[in-house]
């Protein structure tokens, strides 16, 4: 079975600076990667998708993730946010003969100004 | 183009009673899933459909049914609500195995 892990349940941080929200994930076959966003009382937006080829993926809103399957990562990086990128951030993984998503926890991004 | 939409927005149950809720895409999308959502939980998957006719359970698939009589529509049923089952429910659909979801705006089920 596919598990998600979000090492982090919330994460402050200063509009204007860089984040990273790490993802580890536990599987011992090829799979798909996913973030996804989530603002308040909506439902969910993929932000970026790794599939295969290159492990650097660029998203919307200026994100990107870098793949590593040899720490089994997918952390999701920002080098400069704003105040409206306050949000839950999922990070997900299919494959393996699943058919539905599996979910890490979520990561709530806090921006300050 | 409406994406995926879901009916109702809001409900409140009393425990006992049954309800329906229905997932609509317009994609022409093979897959549609239901997930529901918990505060600290994440999103876990409660059944899913890789096409008109076929349905799958999936990791929390207890106390729910569902149904896809065509390919548009997907339904999550509960014959008889519990105050477990208070939570933000979600339909998404694919197009392929592994592609990416499209999510709907969700549901919000209170069971007292």
């Known amino acids: 079975a596919q598990s998600v892990t979000q090492l982090d349940s919330q994460v402050p941080v200063f509009e204007e600076a860089p984040v990273e929200l790490r993802c580890n994930y536990s599987?011992?076959?090829?799979?798909?990667l996913f973030w996804y966003v989530q603002y308040p009382n909506q439902g969910l937006q993929l932000l970026l998708k790794?599939?295969?080829?290159?492990?650097l993926v660029k998203g919307i809103n200026g994100f990107e993730a870098e793949f590593n399957k040899s720490q089994t990562s997918f952390h999701l990086r920002k080098p400069s946010v704003h105040i409206s990128d306050t949000a839950e951030y999922f990070c997900a993984v299919v494959g393996g003969g699943a058919d539905g998503l599996t979910f890490g926890k979520g990561t709530h991004l806090i921006i300050q100004p | 183009n409406a994406g995926v939409t879901q009916t109702p927005k809001f409900r409140v149950l009393k425990t006992g009673q049954s309800m329906t809720l229905l997932c609509a895409q317009d994609m022409n999308h093979e897959y549609m899933y239901w997930y529901r959502q918990d505060p600290g939980m994440g999103l876990r998957l409660i059944h899913y459909?890789?096409?008109?006719?076929?349905?799958a359970k999936g990791e929390v698939p207890d106390g729910y049914n569902v149904s896809r009589l065509k390919k548009q529509n997907f339904l999550l049923g509960l014959e008889s609500a519990a105050p477990s089952q208070t939570s933000v429910y979600f339909c998404?659909?694919?197009?392929?195995?592994?592609?990416?979801?499209?999510f709907g705006p969700g549901t919000r089920l209170t069971v007292t």
């Open positions: 459909s890789v096409g008109e006719g076929t349905t």
């Open positions: 790794y599939l295969s080829g290159s492990t």
């Open positions: 599987s011992s076959v090829s799979v798909y």
């Open positions: 998404a659909s694919s197009y392929m195995r592994g592609g990416e979801q499209y």
